[in-house]
C-alpha cells in the first residue's frame, strides 16, 4: 500500500472497517421473485490486488471507523487554505463542488453547490437509492418460461434481467473478475434444463417457442444509444446484449436485438436437452395466470446495485431504473423511470429542485444535478436510519482496487494519497468535456469526508480526471483545520 503524507497506520485500520458491509434483507414483495435457499447471505466479492497493492481485509459496518461528532471536524477555511492551488488547475474548466461531513452531511465548504450540472454516470446513485428504497434487498429478477396456449406452445418471458447469461459461472467475468456464489447470473442451461425436465414428465418433446417483452414500454433504444455503451433496453436479454459474451471491453459490440437473441440462444439450449423447437422462436404474449414451468433468478437486487456502481453498468442501470416505475406503479420506460425516481428521492428528502432526470444511467446528456444532491444521496446511504441503502456505498469503486476506479489515483497523477481510502462513483461524458466523482473518504484524523466534484471542460478526459483525483487525494491527507 502506497502512503502519502499525514497517513498514518491507524487510519489504515479504520479504512478495512469501510471496505466491508453486512447487507440487511428486507420484506418480500410480490413484484419479484422469493430468495432461494441456495442463493442467500451477505458474502461479498473481496477487492483485488491492483497497480502491486495487497487486497484489504474487510469486516464491520461501513463508515464505522471513522470519528464522528465534533472532533476532527474540518473547517472552512482549513479546506479553503490546503485545496486553493489544486481547485486553480486549468484542466478543471468549471468546477461545482461540495465537501462535507460524512457525519453530519453539514456542508463544509464548496462553490456552486447548488449549482445544477450534468452528472453524467453520477446519475447511477440516484438510481441504486431509489431501487433500495422500494424493492427489497434479497429480490431476485425473475426470467420464466409458461404454458403457452396449445400443449405443444410456451412462453419464454423475460423479466428484466440483463444478467442472464450463456456461459457456465466459471466463465463469467465481471469487471474482469470471476463471479462467486452470491454475484454468478442466473444462466440460459439452467432454465432450458429445468424447462425440458418438466416438458419431458408432461410427455411433450416438440415445441413452438414465443418470447413475451411486454414487461417494458415505451422507446426501446436510449437517446444516446450507440450499440456499445448500452444495449437496446428490453426485459429479456442474455449477455446485457453483447455479441460476444466474453468481451472485457467497456462498450462491447451489442446485438442489434438482444431479445431475439435471448430466444434464440434458449431454443439452441433445449435443443441441446433434447427438445426440438419448431421453426424460429417468434414475439408473442403470455397469458395472464399462464402455468409456469420453470424459472432462474438473478443475484439479488443488493448485489446487481453494488455491480452496476462498481462497473458503471449502464444497461442494468436502466433495467433496474425499470424496477424503480415498476414499484412506483409507473410506467416502465425512461421517463417513467425519471419520474418515480424523481418521486422516490423527493420522499427520502432528497432536495429537487432544479434537478432535471432524463435516464437511470447518466448517458443523457440533459440531466442536470447539484453537488449537494449527490452529497445528500451518499448521506441517505451512509445514514443508520437507512440500513437498507447501504449498498449505494458498498458498490463504490475503491481507489487503486476496484471497478472505475482501479487505474485511478496511481503515482503519475500524484493522487496516490487516496489509494484505498476513497470509495467513489464516477462519470465521464467525454465527447461532452463531462467529469465526475462522488463518494467518500477518510482525512487524516479519520474524519468520514463526502465529495461531489463536477466538470466541464476542454482538458483531455486524462488530465480532467488526474486534476479532480488530487482535490479528492488532498482531502485524504489533510486535517483542513
Known amino acids: 500500500m502506497q502512503r502519502g503524507a499525514g497517513v498514518g497506520r491507524g487510519r489504515r485500520v479504520a479504512v478495512a472497517g469501510m471496505l466491508g458491509v453486512a ?4 420484506g418480500l414483495s410480490p413484484a419479484w421473485a422469493e430468495p432461494s435457499p441456495g442463493r442467500t447471505g451477505s458474502g461479498a466479492p473481496q477487492p483485488p490486488t491492483a497497480l502491486g497493492h495487497k487486497a484489504i481485509a474487510t469486516g464491520g459496518a461501513v463508515l464505522g471507523a471513522g470519528t464522528t461528532g465534533a472532533e476532527g471536524l474540518p473547517t472552512t477555511a482549513g479546506l479553503q487554505r490546503d485545496l486553493a492551488a489544486l481547485l486553480q488547475d486549468k484542466a478543471l474548466g468549471t468546477l461545482n463542488f461540495a465537501v462535507t461531513d460524512g457525519a453530519t452531511g453539514q456542508l463544509l465548504y464548496g462553490a456552486g453547490e447548488n449549482t445544477p450540472a450534468t452528472p453524467a454516470s453520477t446519475t447511477k446513485l440516484l438510481t441504486a437509492l431509489a431501487a433500495l428504497e422500494l424493492i427489497p434487498g434479497d429480490a431476485r ?11 405443444d406452445e410456451i412462453v419464454l418471458v423475460g423479466g428484466g434481467d440483463p444478467t442472464l447469461s450463456t456461459l457456465p459461472a466459471d466463465q463469467v467475468r465481471v469487471g474482469g473478475l470471476p463471479v462467486d456464489t452470491e454475484t454468478a447470473p442466473a444462466t440460459v442451461a439452467d432454465l432450458a434444463r429445468r424447462t425440458a425436465a418438466a416438458l419431458k414428465a408432461a410427455g411433450v418433446a416438440s415445441v413452438k417457442l414465443a418470447f413475451d417483452t411486454s414487461m417494458y414500454t415505451g422507446p426501446l433504444n436510449h437517446p444516446q444509444h450507440d450499440a456499445m455503451n448500452i444495449a437496446t433496453v428490453v426485459p429479456l436479454m442474455v449477455n446485457e446484449g453483447r455479441v460476444d459474451p466474453k468481451s472485457t471491453d467497456e462498450g462491447p459490440a451489442r446485438v442489434f436485438d438482444p431479445a431475439g437473441q435471448a430466444a434464440d440462444a434458449f431454443a439452441a439450449a433445449l435443443g441441446a436437452e433434447g427438445v426440438t423447437v419448431q421453426g424460429k422462436p417468434k414475439p408473442g404474449a403470455a397469458a395472464a395466470g399462464a402455468q409456469q414451468l420453470a ?43 425519471s419520474a418515480a425516481t424523481r418521486q422516490t428521492l423527493e420522499k427520502l428528502g432528497v432536495p429537487m429542485a432544479g434537478v432535471v432526470l ?23 446511504a451512509a445514514s443508520p436510519e437507512h440500513p437498507r441503502l447501504r449498498p449505494v456505498l458498498t458498490g463504490l469503486p475503491i481507489a487503486g482496487f476496484t471497478g472505475t476506479l482501479l487505474s485511478r489515483f496511481g ?3 500524484r493522487a496516490q494519497n487516496g489509494i484505498g481510502i476513497v470509495r467513489a462513483k464516477t462519470g465521464t461524458l467525454g465527447s461532452s468535456g463531462i467529469h465526475t466523482l462522488a463518494g ?12 461531489a466534484l463536477m466538470t466541464h471542460t476542454t482538458a483531455t478526459p486524462d ?19
Open 23 to 26: 447487507l440487511t434483507a428486507g
Open 141 to 151: 429478477l425473475t426470467t420464466k418460461v409458461v404454458k403457452g396456449a396449445a400443449a
Open 295 to 337: 424459472a432462474v433468478e438473478s443475484p439479488t437486487v443488493a448485489r446487481l446495485i453494488e455491480r452496476l456502481l462498481t462497473t458503471s453498468d449502464n444497461t442494468l442501470s436502466e433495467a433496474m431504473a425499470r424496477q424503480v416505475a415498476i414499484a412506483a406503479q409507473q410506467p416502465a420506460s425512461f421517463d417513467g423511470a
Open 358 to 380: 432524463h435516464d437511470g444511467s447518466g448517458l443523457h446528456t440533459g440531466n442536470q444535478l447539484s453537488p449537494l444532491v449527490l452529497s445528500k444521496v451518499l448521506a441517505l
Open 411 to 413: 503515482a503519475a497523477t
Open 440 to 451: 467518500t473518504v477518510l482525512d487524516a484524523e479519520g474524519r468520514d469526508l463526502t465529495f
Open 463 to 481: 488530465a480532467a480526471r488526474a486534476a479532480v483525483d488530487r482535490i479528492v487525494g488532498q482531502l485524504a491527507t489533510c486535517g483542513c483545520h
